[in-house]
């Protein structure tokens, strides 16, 4: 599904050049659930938005489903990254005058999706995480783990072969994170492939595989035993 190879990536600011990534080999396979880890600065963020496309690596190769990333003009690069990626952030970006329904339906708004199937189709993953009787609801009358349920609905309702989540549970407390990953861990077992980007050990342990990021190349990378929301005693 995703196959990087030799990947690097600097930021050049003024005279200072800042070597991020250096030579990242990273392959996914359709329907594993990644998490990507590593100290604050080490270049997480920056990895996961070159596998999103909203960002370009400065050498190595990249193929998403088979098909080489590179020096894509911005339409083609637009219906990839529509067609194959769905995104969820620390800070939601949710729409804060539209209601809940109206924020899953709007990226197929853009996708020239028609109306009646864009809500119908945005009520359907609304309800798939839980928050069908919340749909007219605007963002600020819903808690933190509702949000996020709501931008994942959002990140769904384009139906991407991939999710790729920048700390999604950053900005929650442990026990909304928890609630947040057993939704995550549920779309993963209908087959979506997802890579997580977290700091928080008991986060990635939610995961199956953990990705270890340290000064720009990838230190540890092995496959784990999953621990499952659903089983833990306290939630
Ligand atoms: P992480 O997500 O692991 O915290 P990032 O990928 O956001 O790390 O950042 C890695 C390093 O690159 C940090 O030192 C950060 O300050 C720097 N950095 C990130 N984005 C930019 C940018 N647009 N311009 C300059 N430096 C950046
Ligand atoms: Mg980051």
């Known amino acids: ?46 990895l996961l938005n070159i596998l999103g496309m909203l960002d370009e690596a400065d050498e190595g190769s990249y193929e998403l489903d088979g098909k080489p990333i590179k020096k894509l003009n911005e339409k083609i690069a637009a219906r990839y990254r529509n067609k194959f990626l769905g995104f969820v952030f620390q800070s939601f970006n949710l729409i804060s005058y539209k209601n809940a329904l109206e924020n ?11 109306r009646g199937e864009r809500f119908s189709k945005a009520m359907h993953y609304l309800t798939k995480v839980g928050l069908a009787d919340w749909a007219t609801h605007l963002p600020n009358e819903l808690s933190g783990g509702q949000k996020q349920r709501v931008a994942i609905a959002r990140a769904l309702a384009s139906e991407p072969k991939v999710l790729l989540a920048d700390e999604p549970t950053g900005a929650l407390d442990s026990t909304t994170s928890y609630e947040v990953m057993e939704i995550i861990q549920g779309i993963n077992d209908e087959g979506k492939t997802i890579l997580i980007v977290t700091h928080e ?8 595989r953990i990705v270890h990021l340290k000064d720009g190349v990838i230190i540890e990378d092995s496959r784990i035993d999953q621990v499952r929301v659903k089983e833990l005693s306290h939630v």
Request: net charge negative; aromatic share 6%; with cysteine.
């Open 1 to 46: 599904m995703i196959e990087i190879k030799g990947l690097h990536k600097s930021y050049v600011t003024g005279a200072n050049s800042l070597h991020v990534l250096k030579g990242i080999d990273f392959t996914v396979e359709e329907g594993e659930m990644v998490a990507i880890m590593g100290s604050s600065g080490s270049g997480k963020s920056t």
């Open 104 to 114: 899953v339906a709007m990226p197929l708004y853009y996708q020239g999706v028609k």
């Open 201 to 208: 050990d008991d986060i990635a342990h939610m995961c199956k």
